[in-house]
């Protein structure tokens, strides 16, 4: 049985929802495992209401990566700008990395995941953000060194923050280090590694 809504949602709500039902599905399942019956039927619509918004599984797991990997460099680049000096918006950037792997680890785990990494679209959507999430780091690189070390040095630093994320709040950990240790451990780790770029 289909779980019915008792209201009638607007189109943008209704995908908004549907976008939030299929991040956590997908995230628990898999892409290959899970099947649109799943996610209608948590969402509460029926199949043909949820392929009025996506075309395919595909197509829907496709946005699913756009829309986490949005929200991840919209936190990141928002946050920074709130930093006065470059340490603060360090420190303020990983603090929105960091945030967003807590509060949405199925967002996390669907573009940082096998499923996104394993298939050559998918890779396509996490490449992009993995980018644009560089291009944000790199800004807060002010040694002067060529472009393309620069740019090592960001996608080095996203893969430590990733590194720390799994093993503070994926592998049972958390309990050991607060929010506010990691945020301060690993923009101190950062911030020395790159004073040290011109030794």
């Known amino acids: 049985m289909v779980k019915k809504q008792s209201t009638r949602m607007r189109s943008v709500d209704r995908r908004r929802q549907l976008l939030d039902v299929a991040s956590g599905v997908f995230a628990d399942r898999g892409f290959s495992a899970t099947i649109m019956d799943d996610i209608a039927y948590t969402a509460g619509v029926t199949k043909p209401v949820l392929y009025q918004h996506f075309d395919s599984k595909r197509a829907l797991f496709i ?9 991840l460099v919209n936190n ?10 470059l340490r603060e918006q ?3 950037g990983f603090t929105a990395y960091f945030d967003f792997v807590r509060n949405d680890d199925s967002g996390f785990r669907l573009l940082f995941g096998a499923s996104a990494r394993n298939d050559t679209d998918f890779a396509e959507v996490t490449n992009r953000v993995l980018e644009h999430f560089a291009d944000s780091v790199t800004s807060l690189i002010i040694e002067d060194i060529p472009q393309e070390e620069r740019s090592l040095i960001a996608h080095a630093l996203i893969g ?15 309990a050991k280090i607060s929010d506010e240790q990691l945020h301060a451990w690993v923009t101190s780790l950062a911030w020395k590694g790159l004073r040290g770029i011109s030794d």
């Open 160 to 174: 430590m923050a990733e590194s720390a994320a799994r093993f503070t709040y994926l592998s049972g950990t958390s």
């Open 63 to 71: 946005a699913v990566l756009e829309d986490c990997g949005e929200r």
């Open 76 to 85: 990141i680049v928002t946050a920074t700008r709130e930093g006065e000096t």
């Open 90 to 92: 360090m420190m303020q």
